[in-house]
């Protein structure tokens, strides 16, 4: 995303996390809204994805518990996963559980030490 945004004439700082920040005067809202639109849409961002299957589900599950458990042996608690068969309900409804969700707020760790955690505990979904 950061290159595509650069190649449109932007100046972006990629985020550890695959995000960009940028500093974007006011005036020039719009413009940028509409070049990260097309970014968007190059990278197939604003497509709808396809339900995923339970077996999917299922996999996602492992890799989410990995990161969890390896969250956990940083010393970094990540609350009480649910079951699989909770995680695929949610991830049918709403969305699966992510361990870096209740780590990652107001309250929570820095941003930085949320870098530094990815770093050692990737989201490998």
Do not use: N
């Not at 960009?20 to 709808?48: H, K, M, N, W």
């Not at 458990?69 to 909770?86: A, I, M, N, R």
Request: aromatic share 10%.
């Amino acid at each position: 995303m950061a290159g595509c945004l650069r190649a449109a004439g932007w100046e972006v700082d990629a985020r550890p996390d695959g995000g960009v920040t940028s500093q974007i005067p006011e005036a020039q809202a719009s413009a940028y809204e509409s070049d990260l639109t097309a970014c968007e849409v190059r990278f197939g961002y604003d497509a709808t994805p396809a339900p995923m299957t339970d077996s999917q589900i299922a996999d996602l599950y492992d890799k989410v518990i990995a990161t969890a458990t390896c969250l956990k042996e940083h010393d970094v608690d990540p609350g009480d996963p649910p079951s699989l068969q909770q995680f695929t309900d949610q991830a049918h409804d709403i969305g699966g559980w992510d361990p870096y969700t209740d780590i990652y707020r107001p309250g929570g760790v820095t941003e930085q030490e949320y870098f530094d955690l990815l770093a050692v505990c990737p989201r490998t979904w």
